[in-house]
């Protein structure tokens, strides 16, 4: 069960001294994104403003980049790939994370520019270069979770949970290329988490580390 604001008991409303953003990390079927909406329900129940985004988004860049994903890349250039993900991007700042960050918001994000820099690096651009040109629009993370299991676990794990197939980046050889651009992140906001412990060991860690973060205990 997700622990959804409705399953912990609320306490009195926090007001943060500023925006916050928390990033979820990792190739596919690591389970980031359960983990990212458990991280919303305890912060709320601490009586945290939360807010939930993703990426792609459901916006106008991110429903080309949806088509890709299900029918194929269909000889899409990796630069031209690139571009889709940073517009949206570029509009998921300006529209959604920028605001909620002035609103004193903690934000947390599934997937943000890391992704980027893996899995476009993984097609043969400079991983350097698109971390640069990210960072140049993208507010910085406050804590970023790279997530990680191994690629076969993954792929077994969409199987099994998923009716409609494998979308088109979901294919070992590339996840494995991913996976080990996502192993070079380190620096003070990077945290790793090992996703294969029972879902309650996990977010237990993510809890510890955000409540370091806005010093709850
Ligand atoms: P995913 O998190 O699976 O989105 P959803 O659950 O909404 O379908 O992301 C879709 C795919 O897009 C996933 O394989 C990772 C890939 N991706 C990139 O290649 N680059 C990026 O910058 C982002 C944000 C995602």
């Not at 106008?60 to 949806?66: A, K, L, P, Q, S």
């Not at 300006?94 to 520019?113: C, F, G, Q, S, T």
Request: glycine share 8%; charged share 30%; with cysteine.
């Amino acid at each position: 069960m997700d622990a959804g604001p409705k399953s912990l008991p609320k306490s009195d409303a926090v007001e943060l001294d500023r925006g916050y953003l928390i990033v979820f990390e990792g190739i596919d079927g690591t389970g980031k994104s359960t983990h990212c909406r458990m991280l919303a329900g305890y912060l709320e129940s601490r009586g945290i403003p939360a807010v939930c985004l993703s990426e792609p988004t459901r916006g106008r860049w991110g429903m080309e980049i949806r088509k890709i994903l299900n029918e194929g890349r269909n000889g899409i250039s990796p630069e031209d790939e690139l571009a889709l993900f940073v517009n949206d991007r570029k509009e998921d700042v300006a529209l959604n994370i920028k605001p909620a960050l002035e609103m004193k918001k903690a934000v947390l994000i599934d997937r943000y520019y890391y992704s980027t820099v893996a899995y476009q690096g993984a097609l043969g651009l400079d991983p350097d270069r698109i971390c640069r040109e990210n960072e140049s629009f993208a507010p910085r993370p406050d804590l970023v979770f790279i997530f990680e299991a191994p690629p076969e676990k993954c792929l077994q794990r969409i199987k099994e949970g998923r009716n409609d197939g494998l979308s088109a980046f979901e294919q070992l050889e590339y996840l494995k290329k991913v996976e080990s651009l996502f192993r070079r992140f380190s620096g003070p906001h990077v945290r790793r988490i090992d996703s294969q412990p029972a879902r309650e060991v996990v977010h237990a860690q993510i809890r510890r580390e955000v409540d370091d973060l806005f010093k709850l205990t």
